[in-house]
Nanobody
Framework: QVQLVESGGGLVQAGASLRLSCAASGRTFSSLVMAWFRQAPGKEREFVAA????????DYAESVKGRFTISTDNAKNTVYLQMNSLKPEDTAVYYC??????????????????WGQGTQVTVSI
């Protein structure tokens, strides 16, 4: 079993930066793929970024490439999402997720087994 707890959301103006954190606990993580998804009101939950815990390979949605960076701190069992140049369309609840190695490369939420409770990010004009 894996427990995921997100933090770091908030209200910012367009162009600002935020860093989200996801603290993981409950089992060894070296074989897992970690990801961030987001869900805006009235929309489907969508893939944002993923990283392999062991090798550090990363994958991003086109909409965030060049602005967002996913990373891990193995010593702290924590995954980060650094978000720069935020836009109003980035407003959503951001969720941390974990899945098996086969999750890497998939943008489908069904590929991931474990989810955090979410953290709200609001970007104002």
């Amino acid at each position: 079993q894996v427990q995921l707890v997100e933090s770091g959301g908030g209200l910012v103006q367009a162009g600002a930066s935020l860093r989200l954190s996801c603290a993981a606990s409950g089992r060894t993580f070296s074989s897992l793929v970690m990801a961030w998804f987001r869900q805006a009101p009235g929309k489907e939950r969508e893939f944002v970024a993923a990283i392999t815990w062991s090798g550090g390979m990363t994958d991003y949605a086109e909409s965030v490439k060049g602005r967002f960076t996913i990373s891990t701190d193995n010593a702290k069992n924590t995954v980060y999402l650094q978000m720069n140049s935020l836009k109003p369309e980035d407003t959503a609840v951001y969720y941390c997720a974990a899945g098996p190695p086969s999750s890497y490369g998939s943008s489908s939420r069904s590929s991931y087994n474990y989810w955090g409770q979410g953290t709200q990010v609001t970007v104002s004009i």
